[in-house]
Nanobody, 123 residues
Framework: QVQLVESGGGLVQAGGSLRLSCTASGRTSSSYAMGWFRQAPGKEREFVAAISRNSGSTYYGDSVKGRVTISRDNAKNTVYLQMNSLKPEETAVYYC????????????????WGLGTQVTVSS
């Protein structure tokens, strides 16, 4: 069992940057691949990024490639999502996930979710 808590969301102007954090408690996050997903009102959940247990592999959604970087610090049980050049259409609740399966062409979230952090990008 693992509990996930996201932080770092907020209001930012278009073109700005935010760094989200996800801290795990319970079973250490180093046991899991970690991912970020987002969901905007009225839209389906969207894969953003994922990272393997030892940071050896990272995966990104097509819409964020080149602007987003996922990283992790297993000593701190924390995963980060650095987002640059944010766009208004990226306004959403961003969720951290643990235990998923990630490949270059498909992404399946695991069973563990945080409550999410709101990101609002103003135009």
């Amino acid at each position: 069992q693992v509990q996930l808590v996201e932080s770092g969301g907020g209001l930012v102007q278009a073109g700005g940057s935010l760094r989200l954090s996800c801290t795990a408690s319970g079973r250490t996050s180093s046991s899991y691949a970690m991912g970020w997903f987002r969901q905007a009102p009225g839209k389906e959940r969207e894969f953003v990024a994922a990272i393997s247990r030892n940071s050896g592999s990272t995966y990104y959604g097509d819409s964020v490639k080149g602007r987003v970087t996922i990283s992790r610090d297993n000593a701190k049980n924390t995963v980060y999502l650095q987002m640059n050049s944010l766009k208004p259409e990226e306004t959403a609740v961003y969720y951290c996930n643990a235990g998923g399966l990630y490949y270059s062409d498909r992404h399946s979230p695991g069973s563990y979710w945080g409550l999410g952090t709101q990101v609002t990008v103003s135009s």
